[in-house]
C-alpha cells in the first residue's frame, strides 16, 4: 500500500529557532494534512493543503503541497516551548468519485534542546 | 462537553477478559473512524463507519468488534487480545464529505497483558 516517508524522525529545538519538517511519497496525493499531537491527546489538524504548488500558513506554521503532488513540508518560525510534540503528514488520494482514506506518516517528534 | 470523547483514557486487560472502549461526537457529524495508534508506526485505520453503516473494515482481526448505534456513537469491543494489541486507540469524526478535516479523540491508552 502507499507509506509515506516523514523526515526527520525528532529534532531538538531551542527557542527562537525555525524549524523544517517534510513528507515524501512514491504515489500522488490529492490532499496533504499536517497534524499536531501533543502528550497525551489526539492529533489536532494544523493546515490542510488541495491545490499542487499551494503555499498555506497558520500563525508560525507555513506548509507547502509539492508540485509533482508527491510532498509537502510544514516550517514553523520563532519556535516556542509549547511547539514540542508530534508532527504528522497525511495525505489522501480521492479516486472515482470516492474520498480515500488518511494514509500518515510515523510522525516528526519535536523536543526542547537540553 | 464539545468535540470527541473517549473512555476509559487508560485500560489494562487480560487476554481473557472482554472490554469495550467508548467514543462520543458532539460535532454533528456522520462519519466515524477507530485508528490503532503504536510506537514509531504511522496512524493505522481499522473502521469506517458512515451514518451508522460500516463502510471500512482495514483487515482487523475479530477479536475488535465495532458498533455504531447512531451516529454520535462508536463502540470497540474487545475480548482476547494478544499483547500486541497493547496501543493508543483513536477515535476521529467528520463531516461524510470532509474525510480530509478529521477531528480526533483524546484516545484510549490499552495495555493487554
Known amino acids: 500500500g502507499q507509506q509515506l516517508n516523514q523526515s526527520p524522525q525528532s529534532m531538538f529545538i531551542q527557542e527562537g529557532e525555525d524549524v523544517s519538517m517534510n513528507c515524501t511519497s512514491s504515489?500522488?496525493?490529492?490532499?496533504w494534512l499536517w497534524y499536531k499531537q501533543d502528550p497525551g491527546e489526539g492529533p489536532v489538524l494544523l493546515i490542510a493543503?488541495?491545490?499542487?504548488?499551494e503555499l498555506t500558513s497558520n500563525g508560525r506554521l507555513t506548509a507547502q503541497f509539492g508540485i509533482t503532488r508527491k510532498d509537502s513540508f510544514l516550517n514553523i518560525s520563532a519556535s516556542i516551548p509549547s511547539d514540542v510534540g508530534i508532527y504528522f503528514c497525511a495525505g489522501q488520494l480521492n479516486y472515482g468519485g470516492s474520498q480515500g482514506n488518511l494514509i500518515f506518516g510515523k510522525g516528526t517528534k519535536l523536543s526542547v534542546k537540553p | 462537553e464539545t468535540g470527541v470523547t473517549q473512555t476509559p483514557r487508560h485500560l489494562v486487560m487480560g487476554m481473557t477478559n472482554k472490554k469495550s472502549l467508548k467514543c462520543e461526537q458532539h460535532l454533528g457529524h456522520n462519519a466515524m473512524y477507530w485508528y490503532k495508534q503504536s510506537a514509531k508506526k504511522p496512524l493505522e485505520l481499522m473502521f469506517v463507519?458512515?451514518?451508522?453503516?460500516?463502510?471500512e473494515n482495514n483487515s482487523v482481526p475479530s477479536r475488535f468488534s465495532p458498533e455504531c448505534p447512531n451516529s454520535s456513537h462508536l463502540f470497540l469491543h474487545l475480548h482476547t487480545l494478544q499483547p500486541e494489541d497493547s496501543a493508543l486507540y483513536l477515535c476521529a469524526s467528520s463531516r461524510p464529505l470532509e474525510v480530509q478535516e478529521q477531528f480526533f479523540g483524546p484516545g484510549t491508552r490499552l495495555t493487554v497483558l
Open positions: 463507519y458512515n451514518f451508522k453503516e460500516q463502510t
Open positions: 493543503l488541495y491545490k499542487a504548488g
Open positions: 504515489s500522488i496525493f490529492n490532499t
